[in-house]
């Protein structure tokens, strides 16, 4: 091996790509160089997610450098989806994403014999590269002593730098090693096949018209048959294709198997370099997280324990955010107040207070629960125990044919569900990958959490049992089990009758424990809630101005007349009954002593500040046994003001009437009684309805469709909140009419219907992408809402029979 420097220096902003094998630590290394100056976005044409940052580095830090985040992958070796992009993605062969200019390889100390393994086939691709030598601290606890001088003179001088990512240990001297990655040449790892496979390179080499290739891409094609590297090479090369066959026969006939050899030549240079620079300094013991698992992996306790700690998450989603929550519940409805008071009733000022503020401050409300979700699921990833977790769960997929690897997926859709359908390019069998797929949507996605939320908090008591649970996060935790069970049931109907396979062997590594960086987690958290609050602010804020329109339109001016009419002679009449009680009142003061005048203006300010009727009574009878001598002018006054609060409620009731009626003469509500009677037996009138169908795009919208509906047929604004005008709706026609229409049967069947439909587009679209066909997406979307109909259907019918 050889490594130089070279005096240039790159003029652009130079591109370095982070990579490693799975759970080494690579994400929390790429979170401690960059910190918060990350941006998520997917490569061009493929729909994996990039993570890409900037950090600085160099003399005085005037150097910027954008570091990417590559999926992790234990070879070069790429059958999956998910492995192709990230070795294109290394080879610098994606479209429109530059090649990166050095590369940080990422090794794990506690499995460091297997990382120089991957190490290898990273210097094939011919780039700068820096070693990172994470979790040295573990290693140091098993008793491996590492001797990096020696390590970085076995590479050929590559810089090899000891990490501890978690806790930022050795950050700063990783930087300052990529700082210099421009400025260095590539080292190789040498001829290391043998000759046959070097022949080959050569003679591929030699063939090669114009295209220039690496090293790396040429033995991908020579190993990996029927890969897409090899198809991707002979549509750019189609001459060497009996080259390349006359050259795979000669390497067979001399070792037997193409992986065999490459396995082998890697292997045993990693395996000699690993006794190289490794010593063993204490015999083989009992590691800490070996002793964990003996608890959290036990056959009896792991599942119990497992089960525990989702009830927390779930417990303390609902716990912790309801403080915050209600901060920005009352800030919104302030908000709205302010905005309703500083412009002109009309169309413009409904839309921002109706449709943007009620609608879109509806979802922001839920940001709390949000975070605390993702916090608890970032925890749980970098502390590793999400993959014990899988090895548990894998126990229960057994009986339905699915395996672990499915539930990561699954597991990863809990935050959402395409990312958790991306996942699955890591399950190499077609028919378990497209199982997965079909049933991902039905894990329970952050955004039906704001769904849940509301229901649960309008309609589930808060009852606390045992000292330490509560109803409301029971009901929770059990409607997140029904996402798992139907898609435990799903799985084995279709495992049984669509894709008639036998179940793989799950083999899964589990990482070492480690406490979660808490600048990563903070990080990870803060991508997640932007992801959520951006979707507001645009999928969200446009279907909520098209519902308000839907709902404001067409606004006639006749039912403004009639009401404003009715409000006028409203006004005028308690003005004349006024009158008189004024005048009643004028000739009691005449016989009031001159000593009680004052006691008189006291007895007024006591009836100014009352602003209830029923309250108005109680202050009137203890007026009444204070003052006995001042009876008269006491009723005068109290009448006074009883007209005053009186006018109030009834002009109140006329502009809630008037909202209703033009709500109710909205082409929102043409569309949604013509539909209502569909959803009739789930117990939803016309407006849960509509707010249901308009959520298909996207779940969350639900709550900002009731939202703006609510506050469209309500005058109410900011005082009372949306789940108070829930509980009060009731229904305005039919059999029904003057019935609450939200009760805790409703509240179920909203609920559940959630459960189990498929309402994302986006979901949908990946569908498509993932199977390349539009049979399974839209198959997906007709079994899941076929299947939340009837059980929705179900429970409304069974809680109506068992409760009334």
Not at 27 to 54: D, K
Not at 188 to 211: A, C, T
Not at 476 to 502: C, W
Request: glycine residues 6%; contains cysteine; neutral net charge.
């Amino acid at each position: 091996m050889s490594h130089r420097s070279t005096t240039g220096s790159a003029a652009h902003m130079a591109t370095v790509a982070i990579c490693g094998n799975p759970n080494c630590g690579k994400t929390t290394i790429f979170n401690a160089i960059t910190g918060l100056s990350q941006r998520v976005a997917n490569y061009p044409g493929v729909t994996v997610e990039r993570v890409s940052g900037r950090f600085s580095a160099g003399p005085d830090e005037k150097r910027t450098f954008t570091l990417v985040d590559i999926p992790g992958t234990y070879s070069l070796s790429a059958f999956s989806p998910d492995e192709e992009v990230a070795i294109s993605a290394l080879i610098g062969q994606l479209r429109d994403t530059p090649a990166p200019d050095g590369i940080i390889c990422v090794l794990d100390a506690t499995n460091l014999e297997r990382s120089l393994a991957f190490l290898f086939q990273v210097l094939e691709i011919e780039r700068p590269t820096v070693v990172a030598v994470n979790m040295i601290d573990l290693a140091k606890r098993r008793g491996l002593q590492i001797d990096f001088e020696e390590l970085s003179q076995a590479l050929g001088g590559i810089p090899v730098v000891p990490v501890i990512g978690n806790r930022r240990m050795g950050i700063d001297a990783l930087k300052a090693a990529a700082a210099e990655l421009p400025n260095l040449e590539p080292v190789s790892p040498g001829e290391i096949y043998g000759p046959e496979v070097e022949q080959l390179i050569g003679s591929l080499q030699k063939d090669s018209e114009d295209g220039y290739h690496s090293r790396a891409e040429r033995l991908r094609v020579i190993f990996d048959a029927d890969s897409p590297a090899e198809e991707r090479f002979l549509a750019e090369e189609p001459d060497v294709g009996d080259t390349l066959r006359e050259g795979r026969r000669r390497i067979r006939e001399a070792h037997g198997s193409l992986s065999l050899v490459e396995k082998e030549a890697v292997s045993t240079k990693s395996a000699v370099l690993f006794r190289r620079v490794v010593t063993v300094v204490k015999p083989g013991r009992i590691s800490n997280s070996e002793r964990i698992d003996m608890v959290l992996l036990h056959s009896i306790m792991g599942p119990i324990l497992l089960a525990l700690i989702m009830m927390v998450v779930f417990q303390s989603i609902f716990s912790w955010s309801e403080p915050i929550m209600n901060l920005i519940d009352s800030f919104f409805g302030t908000l709205a107040s302010h905005v309703k008071t500083m412009m002109a009733p009309g169309p413009l000022q409904s839309l921002l207070t109706d449709g943007v503020i009620g609608g879109v401050g509806s979802v922001l409300v839920f940001i709390p629960q949000i975070v605390i979700l993702f916090l608890f699921i970032s925890i749980l990833e970098d502390s590793g125990y999400m993959s014990r977790a899988a090895f548990l769960v894998d126990r229960l997929f057994r009986w339905c044919g699915l395996s672990g690897k499915s539930f990561i997926p699954m597991l990863s859709s809990f935050a959402c569900t395409v990312p958790g359908i991306l996942a699955t390019r890591t399950i190499e069998d077609r028919k378990l990958r497209f199982i997965t797929i079909l049933v991902a949507p039905l894990m329970t996605c952050s955004a039906r959490l704001p769904v849940y939320a509301i229901m649960i908090a309008a309609f589930v008591p808060y009852r606390v049992y045992f000292g330490v649970l509560n109803l409301q996060g029971i009901v929770l935790t059990a409607l997140y089990l029904l996402g798992i069970v139907a898609a435990i049931v799903v799985s084995y109907v279709l495992k049984r009758i669509v894709f008639k396979t036998e179940r793989g062997t799950f083999l899964m590594e589990l990482p070492s424990y480690k406490v979660p960086l808490l600048r990563s987690v903070v990080v990870r958290v803060i991508n997640r809630a932007k992801s959520f609050v951006l979707r507001a602010g645009t999928v969200i804020l446009a279907i909520t101005i098209i519902i308000w329109a839907l709902s404001y339109f067409p606004h006639d001016d006749a039912i403004t007349g009639e009401y404003t009419l009715q409000a006028e002679t409203a006004r005028q009449e308690t003005d004349e009954t006024v009158a008189i009680y004024v005048a009643q009142l004028n000739d009691s003061k005449e016989s009031v002593p001159v000593e009680q005048q004052e006691t008189l203006g006291h007895i007024r300010e006591r009836f100014a500040f009352v602003n209830d009727i029923a309250e108005l009574s109680v202050v009137r009878s203890e007026m009444d046994r204070q003052y006995e001598d001042m009876l008269s002018p006491i009723s005068a006054v109290y009448e006074i003001r009883r007209q005053e609060l009186t006018l109030g409620v009834t002009l109140n009731e006329l502009r809630n009437a008037e909202a209703g009626a033009h709500l109710r003469n909205s082409y929102f509500a043409g569309i949604g009684k013509t539909l209502e009677p569909i959803f009739l037996p789930l117990g939803w009138d016309w407006k849960i309805t509509m707010a249901t169908l308009a959520a298909f795009p996207a779940r969350e919208v639900i709550i900002a469709t009731i939202g703006t509906i609510y506050n469209l047929g309500s005058e109410d604004g900011g005082e009372l909140s949306l789940i108070d005008k829930m509980r009060q709706a009731r229904w305005e026609d039919g059999p029904r009419r003057g019935q609450l229409v939200f009760s805790p049967a409703v509240a179920l069947s909203i609920m559940v219907f959630f459960a189990l439909s498929l309402q994302c587009g986006a979901t949908i679209v990946t569908i498509r992408r993932e199977t390349g066909s539009w049979w399974y997406a839209s198959g997906t979307f007709a079994y899941m809402t076929v299947l939340a109909y009837l059980a929705a259907f179900s429970v409304y019918q069974l809680s109506r029979w068992m409760w009334g």
